[in-house]
Antibody, heavy 119, light 109 residues
Framework: QLLESGGGLVQSGGSLRLSCTAS????????MAWVRQAPGRGLEWVSS????????YYADSVRGRFTISRDDSKNTLYLQMNILRAEDTATYFC??????????????WGRGTLVTVSS | EIVLTQSPGTLSLSPGERATLSCRAS???????LAWYRQKPGQAPRLLIY???NRATGIPDRFSGSGSGTDFTLTISRLEPEDFVVYYC??????????FGQGTQLEIK
């Protein structure tokens, strides 16, 4: 189970930190990801972090502004979002990123937290 | 950059009918890294198919995935009322690392 928190209303140029608390699985062994969905729009991968060595990856649209991290002792995934723009307005979902030799997919997903950036 | 294009944008069918949803990649991709999700209004997406054709846990066998190269298909053999939601395909590649199609809305005719 995944539960996001930290969303809210922030002004353009501001910062926000999202959290995703995991339960009922061995968090530290899994890669994790953030995926967002602007109102009425489709899904966009934002960032992911590996479970083994903490390697991080970002979409071009957020690289340099967002930072993904994890605290395995707290079973928690984070997304630090800086220099927020109106186009970052979206529901942010955290998800387990399943990586096998023959597949990569997101399962399960949290319920999401809404971030609204006012301009 | 690989672009995933889903068609049609909206598909109008009746319960009990068969649905065929398309996901076309702008260049050849591996079916191993192709997944399908559905999303009910106000909810998170849920995994349906991974590895191109493998059903996720708890997904009924009326859902099936197929395809290779640039053309992939999600088929729902007999539509149930709860199937009339939005479906997304997703691929793991290089740029962007994880890519989603724009979605197909399945609506009741």
């Amino acid at each position: 189970q995944l539960l996001e928190s930290g969303g809210g209303l922030v002004q353009s140029g501001g910062s926000l930190r999202l959290s995703c608390t995991a339960s009922r699985f061995t968090f530290r062994t899994y890669a994790m990801a953030w995926v967002r969905q602007a109102p009425g729009r489709g899904l966009e991968w934002v960032s992911s972090i590996s479970g083994r060595d903490g390697s991080t990856y970002y979409a071009d649209s957020v690289r340099g502004r967002f930072t993904i991290s994890r605290d395995d002792s707290k079973n928690t995934l984070y997304l630090q979002m800086n220099i927020l723009r109106a186009e970052d307005t979206a529901t942010y979902f955290c998800a387990v990123l399943v990586i096998t030799v023959t597949a990569r997919y997101f399962d399960p997903w949290g319920r999401g937290t809404l971030v609204t950036v006012s301009s | 950059e690989i672009v995933l294009t889903q068609s049609p944008g909206t598909l109008s069918l009746s319960p009990g009918e068969r649905a065929t949803l398309s996901c076309r990649a702008s260049q050849s991709v591996s079916s191993n890294y192709l997944a399908w999700y559905r999303q009910k209004p106000g909810q998170a997406p849920r995994l349906l198919i991974y590895g191109g054709s493998n059903r996720a846990t708890g997904i009924p066998d009326r859902f099936s995935g197929s395809g290779s190269g640039t053309d992939f298909t999600l088929t729902i053999s007999r539509l149930e009322p709860e199937d009339f939601v939005v479906y997304y395909c997703q691929h793991y590649g290089s740029s962007p690392l994880y890519n989603f199609g724009q979605g197909t809305q399945l609506e009741i005719k």
